[in-house]
């Protein structure tokens, strides 16, 4: 007994095609917004490492001495003087914000898990900034061969029934739309890479900071280290000397 909806492949055909050709335009308007988008990434990180610019905290020595400095002020319990001691190592506000919460929370009890929690966070708020690039390095290229595939279809039946306009003007939307996806991969492949590298580095100064500050063994005031212990040999008996010997 026939189907009464049967369908031929040339109508499955035809449903696909149909689909294709609606998505032309939203593939379009995504490629343009995925572009505005990589240019506001690239004038964000263009700011950012113009106020990283002069920070000495990224040398290991500066990083050092400022937290030794504040891990002595923690010691006479002077957290001002623990918060200026720090002020030369934070590259951006998330860092500034979560070394004040390191100074403010170091040496209390329970702030031990705080500080893990603070340093947790900034790592999270990191990967969030990170994942805007990270989604455009792979929606850029996937948008740019959406674009270079969807106008081919009318691209091949204007050559076919000899419509060269058609054929001229699919083609010129197809391969502008794949060299926009290629940019937009590449300018967020960059900016990840090195944001990448920006943010985990910053994620060490703070660890190392924290775990300065809040060790007690490091302050300079605690019980001196234990001597090794002095062992007494008992005295060995020589065969042959003393009375008893045979």
Do not use: C, W
Not at 81 to 89: H, K, L, M, S
Not at 125 to 135: E, G, Y
């Amino acid at each position: 007994m026939p189907l009464p909806f049967a369908l031929s492949t040339h109508d499955i055909d035809q449903a696909i095609f149909h689909v294709a050709s609606a998505l032309q335009v939203p593939v379009l308007v995504l490629a343009l917004l995925a572009l505005a988008l990589v240019i506001i990434e690239l004038g964000g990180f263009a700011v950012e490492q113009r106020g990283r610019r002069g920070r000495r905290g990224r040398r290991f020595g500066t990083l050092s001495e400022a937290a030794d400095q504040a891990r002595a002020a923690l010691a006479r319990d002077d957290r001002p003087a623990a918060r200026q001691a720090v002020a030369v190592i934070p590259r951006s506000a998330a860092m500034a914000a979560t070394l004040a919460f390191i100074v403010e929370h170091a040496r209390r009890p329970g702030g031990e898990h705080q500080l893990n929690k603070a340093l947790a966070d900034f790592d999270f708020d990191a990967q969030r900034r990170l994942s805007r690039t990270r989604m455009l390095v792979r929606a850029g290229p996937a948008l740019g061969l959406m674009g270079t595939l969807i106008p081919l279809s009318p691209a091949l039946t204007g050559l076919a029934n000899g419509n060269t306009t058609a054929l001229s003007q699919n083609l010129r939307v197809a391969f502008s739309v794949t060299v926009v996806g290629l940019l937009i991969g590449a300018v967020a492949f960059g900016l990840s890479l090195t944001r990448d590298r920006m943010y985990g580095q910053d994620l060490s100064d703070l660890q190392y900071v924290a775990a300065v500050i809040s060790d007690p063994r490091t302050d300079g005031g605690g019980p001196p280290a234990p001597s090794a212990p002095t062992v007494t040999l008992p005295p060995i008996a020589v065969p042959g000397s003393g009375s008893g010997s045979p």
